[in-house]
């Protein structure tokens, strides 16, 4: 290992404290049910989510840019562009965040979680490890799907940068999408692909987080995305209809000739002496005359 690549392994290493922290942190609000008790407060899921990445963005942006200046002007990547060094920092910044939500979403208990974060992120990085020594072997798309697990890119994308520093040319703009010095697999499909773990990473959490919410939350469907009920789009039914499946729902019917000062009782559907034919919007439980 060159003491570049060793530079740049041991910002992975400094990550892993922040990963542990921000898994700690998200697992301990769920277990003390303070994420519960905003929702019935009426702040929204997104809303939350998108609070928290913003907080750790802004306390991790900082370490990228130390790291970033001190690789430019410490002489590790005095060859290479500045800003593509940074973007290069900064993407994996982002895929480390969004891994630290996808783990936090398989734990309730703080204390396990912060046990297994560090365990996680060392199975991250594992891959790379073991297989550097038949890396020359491996093909183009068996490396880029190697670099959808965010620290065996980093690894990846390591190993490229401190390749075109020692043939003294550096990673450039003009070769992001097409090495033509090292014949590896390009600087810029490591980082793109560092941006698309970002994302990855934060659709399982959201998909897990919705399906296995924890012992406080309300699991929904596994097909839940594919509900129009979900996105808001209404589904529309016949009124009669969905009088027949509340009374099948209900532990505790109510007559279909209850009175109309009765029609706060048969929630969710607030129904009462409406036309059968009628056609509701049901957007959920909720319904609403069309």
């Not at 390009?186 to 793109?192: A, I, K, R």
Request: aromatic share 16%; proline share 4%; hydrophobic share 50%.
């Amino acid at each position: 290992m060159s003491w570049r690549t060793l530079s740049l392994f041991l910002f992975l290493v400094a990550f892993q404290a922040m990963n542990i922290y921000i898994v700690r942190s998200l697992v301990l609000e769920k277990e003390k049910r303070i994420k519960e008790a905003m929702k019935i407060m009426g702040l929204s899921g997104w809303v939350h989510t998108v609070g928290w990445y913003l907080e750790i963005l802004v306390i991790m942006i900082w370490p990228v840019i130390l790291m970033a200046v001190t690789m430019t002007y410490g002489k590790i990547t005095e060859r290479s562009a500045h800003s593509l060094i940074f973007t290069f920092l900064f993407s994996y910044m982002l895929a480390s965040i969004s891994f630290s939500f996808f783990v936090s979403t398989l734990f309730s208990r703080g204390n396990v979680a912060t046990a297994a974060a560090g365990v996680f992120w060392f199975l991250n990085y594992a891959p790379y490890f073991f297989l550097q020594q038949f890396y020359e072997n491996l093909s183009d798309i068996g490396k880029l799907l190697l670099c959808l697990l965010s620290n065996t890119g980093m690894g990846i994308g390591s190993r490229i940068l401190a390749a075109h520093e020692s043939a003294d040319v550096g990673v450039q703009w003009a070769e992001f999408l097409d090495d033509r010095t090292t014949g590896d697999i390009s600087f810029g499909s490591v980082v793109l692909l560092l941006l698309l773990d970002a994302v990855l990473y934060m659709i399982f959490a959201w998909y897990i987080e919705n399906v296995f919410p924890g012992e406080y939350g309300v699991p929904k469907k596994w097909y839940f995305p594919f509900t129009p009920s979900y996105w808001g789009f209404c589904v529309r039914e016949p009124l009669g209809d969905l009088i027949v499946k509340q009374q099948r729902s209900s532990p505790h019917p109510i007559p279909l000739d209850a009175e109309d000062s009765d029609e706060d009782l048969i929630s969710p559907l607030l129904v009462s002496r409406r036309s059968p034919s009628e056609t509701v919007c049901r957007v959920g439980y909720e319904t609403t005359p069309l």
